[in-house]
């Protein structure tokens, strides 16, 4: 369905909300769940099916439908967007799978880079934290795949997706109020220096990923190499950068 059929059809359910049109919505917009499912399994891998996502981000999007307001000119797609991961992550927080020992390793992860950085103030490389953790480059690898579950947060991510008042929040602050132009020019400051704290290759994989919009299969045919490669330099980069960013995370999460 176009553009103008969409809206033709949002008009019309906002005037009448039937069962009828409700179902008609639920079915156009189906394929942005199985987006936004696809782009969260990657943090996930084997530890739940990609269907158990689609199923949960379903009922993020019934949400999004029953709460949308078309009258205040919101798009639609970036509202159920959030709904639908909202609405996954959630369910994955209820289902509390990850072990103890992967959040244990998570702080390790942390703690090491943090102090690496301090004593450093470089890129620190893989070589670093294996040496820092006294462990070899293999078992770091595994460590990271293992708890890259716990780096769901990222540029495009609340830290509280499900919670009413953050979405309202964030469509409220839509318009370009002053303070909003002067939040955004901080927030590109502090996304800079972020950056510059990434390799090249993380750099990349971080802009095609969420800047261009790319799935990991089409950054591993630009940059030549695998998919798990890709996963494991985003992993890094995401890792990098929370770290980095630490208090100012909050900035991020606003948007």
């Given at each position: 369905?176009?553009?103008?059929?969409?809206?033709?059809?949002?008009?019309?359910?906002?005037?009448?909300?039937?069962?009828?049109?409700?179902?008609?919505?639920?079915?156009?917009?189906?394929?942005?769940?199985?987006?936004?499912?696809?782009?969260l399994s990657m943090y996930f891998g084997y530890n739940v099916?990609?269907?158990?996502?689609?199923?949960?981000?379903?009922?993020?999007?019934?949400?999004?439908?029953?709460?949308?307001?078309?009258?205040?000119?919101?798009?639609?797609?970036?509202?159920?967007?959030?709904?639908?991961?909202?609405?996954?992550?959630?369910?994955?927080?209820?289902?509390?799978?990850?072990?103890?020992?992967?959040?244990?390793?998570?702080?390790?992860?942390?703690?090491?880079?943090?102090?690496?950085?301090?004593?450093?103030?470089?890129n620190i490389s893989d070589e670093d934290l294996a040496k820092?953790?006294?462990?070899?480059?293999?078992?770091?690898?595994?460590?990271?795949?293992?708890?890259?579950?716990?780096?769901?947060?990222?540029?495009?991510?609340?830290?509280?997706?499900?919670?009413?008042?953050?979405?309202?929040?964030?469509?409220?602050?839509?318009?370009?109020?002053?303070?909003?132009?002067?939040?955004?020019?901080?927030?590109?400051?502090?996304?800079?220096?972020?950056?510059?704290?990434?390799?090249?290759?993380?750099?990349?994989?971080?802009?095609?990923?969420?800047?261009?919009?790319?799935?990991?299969?089409?950054?591993?045919?630009?940059?030549?190499?695998?998919?798990?490669?890709?996963?494991?330099?985003?992993?890094?980069?995401?890792?990098?950068?929370?770290?980095?960013?630490?208090?100012?995370?909050?900035?991020?999460?606003?948007?």
């Amino acid at each position: 369905m176009d553009t103008d059929n969409k809206q033709k059809l949002w008009e019309e359910y906002s005037k009448n909300k039937t069962f009828e049109l409700r179902e008609r919505i639920i079915i156009e917009y189906a394929g942005l769940v199985k987006l936004v499912a696809g782009r969260l399994s990657m943090y996930f891998g084997y530890n739940v099916e990609y269907e158990d996502l689609v199923s949960y981000g379903i009922f993020g999007l019934i949400d999004a439908i029953d709460k949308f307001d078309y009258s205040k000119g919101y798009k639609f797609e970036t509202y159920a967007s959030l709904r639908i991961r909202g609405a996954i992550l959630d369910q994955i927080r209820k289902l509390d799978w990850i072990p103890r020992s992967i959040r244990q390793k998570k702080r390790k992860l942390d703690k090491a880079y943090q102090t690496l950085e301090a004593r450093y103030g470089r890129n620190i490389s893989d070589e670093d934290l294996a040496k820092e953790l006294d462990i070899s480059l293999k078992e770091l690898e595994d460590w990271q795949n293992q708890t890259k579950i716990t780096n769901l947060i990222s540029l495009e991510e609340f830290l509280d997706q499900g919670s009413e008042a953050k979405t309202e929040q964030y469509f409220a602050n839509t318009f370009e109020q002053p303070e909003r132009i002067v939040e955004q020019q901080e927030l590109k400051e502090i996304l800079a220096k972020t950056l510059d704290a990434l390799t090249e290759k993380e750099k990349k994989v971080i802009v095609l990923y969420y800047y261009e919009d790319l799935t990991l299969k089409e950054i591993s045919k630009i940059m030549g190499v695998s998919e798990s490669r890709v996963s494991q330099l985003h992993t890094k980069a995401l890792q990098k950068m929370k770290v980095k960013l630490g208090v100012n995370m909050d900035v991020l999460t606003s948007y």
